[in-house]
């Protein structure tokens, strides 16, 4: 089956912790993206990566870090500079062109402890 | 500013009971506008997306139109399993990004 996944379906942060959320996709699709979605909000752009070895910051890059050394995977850091970090987190891919439909993975919601 | 406003926020129907959901927007250069649904704590679905004014795309209950300034989503005769959150986002010439809208909340009741 073709798709996305995202890991852990629930992640806890401590105060002062890195943590790394998982972005994986099947459909060989170029471009991938992270996006934060807070109630009573629009879906809110982190980063993008167009290409391998490739990435943009979005609206709401600070505080976080992504890599993408492989076309299937774009892991999300949140870092310990990300003051309010409890969100659902949203993953998703597209073709290589940005006006391309975007499919989202599941989500990951990060809650603080 | 490119701005995607959805109205209304939420919005009650009884089963079998039309209705529409409209996303204005205001972008210079449209190349797609796109049309998700959403369940609570699941990440959105892709409905549909219209490249241009005129056009109009159906999936069973649910009909997509386009305008030079907004959409609609027509939900005819609709059934409780229709109960979602349902986002439009659009994409302008030149960008890199989409822009969502806040989406509106839809309930069927039974």
């Known amino acids: 089956d073709g798709g996305i996944t995202q890991s852990p379906k629930y992640l806890f942060r401590k105060e002062g912790q890195n943590v790394t959320l998982s972005c994986e996709q099947n459909?060989?699709?170029?471009?991938m993206y992270w996006y934060r979605q807070d109630p009573g909000q629009g879906l809110r752009l982190i980063y993008y990566?167009?290409?391998?070895?490739?990435?943009q910051k979005g609206d709401i890059a600070e505080g976080y870090s992504v890599s993408r050394e492989k076309k299937e995977s774009f892991p999300l850091t949140v870092t310990s500079a990300q003051k309010n970090p409890t969100a659902f987190y949203l993953c998703?891919?597209?073709?290589?062109?940005?006006?391309?439909?975007?499919?989202f993975g599941p989500g990951t919601r990060l809650l603080v402890l | 500013e490119d701005q995607v406003t959805q109205s209304p926020e939420a919005l009650r129907l009884q089963e079998g009971e039309s209705s529409s959901l409209n996303c204005s927007y205001t972008?210079?250069?449209?190349?797609?506008l796109f049309w998700y649904r959403q369940d609570p704590g699941k990440g959105p679905e892709f409905l549909f997306t219209?490249?241009?004014a005129g056009e109009e795309k159906e999936k069973e209950r649910l009909k997509a139109t386009l305008t030079k300034k907004e959409s609609f989503l027509h939900i005819t005769a609709p059934k409780p399993e229709d109960s979602a959150t349902y986002l439009c986002?659009?994409?302008?010439?030149?960008?890199?990004?989409?822009?969502f809208g806040q989406g509106t909340r839809l309930t069927i009741n039974p």
């Open positions: 998703a891919s597209g073709g290589h062109l940005p006006q391309e439909t975007q499919y």
């Open positions: 459909l060989n699709h170029d471009a």
């Open positions: 990566s167009q290409i391998v070895n490739d990435f």
């Open positions: 972008v210079s250069g449209l190349r797609g």
């Open positions: 219209l490249y241009s």
């Open positions: 986002a659009v994409h302008r010439d030149g960008a890199q990004k989409l822009v």
